[in-house]
Structure formats: C-alpha cells, structure tokens
C-alpha cells in the first residue's frame, strides 16, 4: 500500500501565494512521475500539471508562468508553489504519484478570495 499526505492548502487572498506538500510512504518501490490535479465546485477535475522523476515539468496553461512544481526524490515528496493567485484557481487540489500504479492524496482545499 501507498499512503500520500498533502497539507499546506489553505485561504489566501487574490495575488497572494501558497505552497502545497505532498509525502508519499508505504510500499513504495519507485516513484516516477508526481504531480497534481485539481477541482472547482461543479467542474471536472483537471491537470496542473507534473513532473518526472528527471525533472522534467509540464503544466496546464492557466497556471503556466504562476505555479511551480518540484519534488524531493530522497522524500517521495512532491510541491507546487502557487503564485499570483486568482480567485479561479480556488478548488480542491490533489497530488498524485506514479509507481507501480497511480496513487491519489486526500485532497486539500485551496481558496483565493477577491
């Protein structure tokens, strides 16, 4: 079993910067790519974007120039540091890692007030 713990989410206002965490643990044998989702009340849930494990990153255009994605690979911890927030980019947001199949985390709220 693979268990990932996000936090970091929160309330911040437009303009403003947050950075989520997510730590992988348990049967773990490799981790490949990582990286994050997210969903707005009443919307599909959507890529931000990811990286694999070389670093390579790719990110949705909403986001791209604003939120930065890195991991540790010593930790099994992936990061998206979010910037210049908007208020659309309130939703829950979830991390994901691939290894021997696709694990999600629990999801955390993150809420950009106007």
């Known amino acids: 079993q693979v268990q990932l713990v996000e936090s970091g989410g929160g309330l911040v206002q437009a303009g403003g910067s947050l950075r989520l965490s997510c730590a992988a643990s348990?049967?773990?044998?490799?981790?490949?790519?990582m990286g994050w989702y997210r969903q707005a009340p009443g919307k599909q849930r959507e890529v931000v974007g990811f990286?694999?494990?070389?670093?390579?990153?790719n990110y949705a255009d909403s986001v791209k120039g604003r939120f930065t994605i890195s991991r540790d690979n010593a930790k099994n911890t992936v990061y998206l540091q979010m910037n210049s927030l908007k208020p659309e980019d309130t939703a829950v947001y979830y991390c994901?890692?691939?290894?021997?199949?696709?694990?999600w985390g629990q999801g955390t709220q993150v809420t950009v007030s106007s």
């Open positions: 348990g049967s773990i044998f490799s981790i490949n790519t």
């Open positions: 990286i694999a494990r070389a670093g390579f990153t």
């Open positions: 994901y890692v691939d290894s021997s199949g696709r694990y």
